[in-house]
């Protein structure tokens, strides 16, 4: 009975560190979801200067788009929204017929270390946009 004990307990510890290990500590994510949309920001942990915004819309999908967008705004050091956006991402649908949306921004100087800025989704299922600050840093 002790060896299917000591046995038991090893594997469940064995798992517990493999789990543990497999999981990336640096990964940041800013989400904001509202009734069936979700909207996630993420900054590429290989030390690159890019992001991968990710959106889940069901009213999207619905009206079969195959292509959403959105608009970045920059953000002062005092918390300040700037009034114009400094960039438009379009996200293409990862597989048809998908709620999920998906895009990149690679090696851009706005999302240098320190960096600020409001990502703002316009959902045709929302009456008002839904958006997310981030804050780059170094990994």
């Not at 560190?17 to 509202?34: D, G, K």
Request: charged fraction near 20%; include cysteine.
């Amino acid at each position: 009975m002790k060896p299917k004990l000591l046995l038991c307990f090893a594997l469940i510890l064995g798992g517990h560190v493999f789990a543990q290990n497999t999981t990336n500590v640096y990964r940041r994510i800013s989400l904001a979801e509202v009734n069936t949309v979700r909207l996630e920001v993420e900054q590429f942990t290989n030390q690159q200067n890019g992001i991968c915004i990710r959106v889940n819309d069901y009213a999207a999908n619905a009206r079969q788009k195959t292509n959403v967008v959105c608009d970045l705004y920059w953000i002062d050091d005092k918390g300040r929204e700037a009034k114009t956006k400094f960039l438009s991402v379009t996200l293409k649908q990862t597989a048809p017929n998908s709620e999920n949306y998906s895009g990149e921004v690679a090696e851009r100087t706005e999302f240098e270390h320190g960096n600020k800025f409001k990502v703002v989704y316009k959902s045709v299922g929302l009456p008002l946009p839904i958006s997310t600050w981030y804050a780059c840093y170094y990994h």
